[in-house]
């Protein structure tokens, strides 16, 4: 079975600082895609990057970015100049279009931003 | 970007009773619908999956007689809890993918029986 771990129940980031939410998966799938949402306390979850199993460039958007190791089965986070604003519950998430094209939701990593 | 609108975003209701949850895609045609639970600061995890026109696939666990699936057109579809007990007390999201499988997500009920 597909599964995803996040190994960090908690982080703490000082404002500016650059912060790295760890996540690992699960899977026999070649073909397959990943991803980083962000769940403010508003709960309205929001994407925050996704990659494709098949690039092996590693997806960027801003101050996001991930570290994709196929190999390895890795996909963590690097948040960089951390904002008050990306204080949030992080989820990564898996999804296969063999699997249903449903998300495998990891349990989620609250991240802490301080001023 | 494309609109999900799922109401209600809150409902009390007291035990026994049923509650019924929408969720409409604005402006496209949901194919595939998921709907999703989430306890406090848990993760959320998947209920069923249906598409327009069928009935709900539910995942191990879940009662389909208690939480009833509707999914008649390609941009409304329904959850409904039937005979709602405190345990039952969640935060439900739907999740509807387009034709292109792009998903997008409701701004989730927070459902609490008394």
């Known amino acids: 079975a597909q599964t995803v771990t996040q190994s960090q129940p908690e982080m703490s980031v000082q404002e500016a600082e650059t912060v790295t939410l760890s996540c690992t998966y699960d899977?026999?799938?070649?073909?397959?895609?990943l991803f980083w949402y962000k769940q403010p306390p508003s709960r309205q979850m929001i994407l925050v990057i996704r990659?494709?199993?098949?690039?092996?460039q590693n997806a960027t958007e801003n101050r996001f970015s991930v570290n994709f190791q196929k190999a390895a089965k890795s996909f963590s986070l690097k948040i960089s100049d951390s904002q008050l604003g990306d204080a949030a519950m992080y989820f990564c998430?898996?999804?296969?279009?063999?699997?249903?094209?449903?998300?495998?939701f990891g349990a989620g990593t609250i991240l802490r931003v301080k001023s | 970007g494309a609109v999900v609108s799922q109401h209600p975003s809150r409902v009390i209701c007291k035990s026994g009773t049923s509650v019924k949850i929408e969720c409409r895609s604005l402006d496209f045609q949901a194919t595939t619908m998921f709907w999703y639970r989430q306890f406090p600061k848990k993760s959320l995890m998947l209920m069923a999956t249906?598409?327009?026109?069928?009935?709900?696939?539910?995942e191990q666990g879940v009662e389909k007689d208690k939480f009833l699936i509707n999914h008649a057109s390609l941009t409304l579809s329904t959850l409904t809890v039937t005979s709602a007990h405190p345990e039952d007390s969640s935060f439900y999201i739907c999740s509807p993918t387009n034709a292109n499988e792009k998903l997008f997500f409701g701004s989730g009920t927070q459902l609490s029986v008394l």
């Open positions: 899977t026999s799938e070649s073909d397959y895609y």
């Open positions: 249906s598409n327009e026109g069928s009935k709900a696939t539910y």
């Open positions: 990659q494709e199993a098949y690039k092996q």
């Open positions: 998430a898996y999804r296969a279009r063999e699997y249903g094209n449903k998300l495998v």
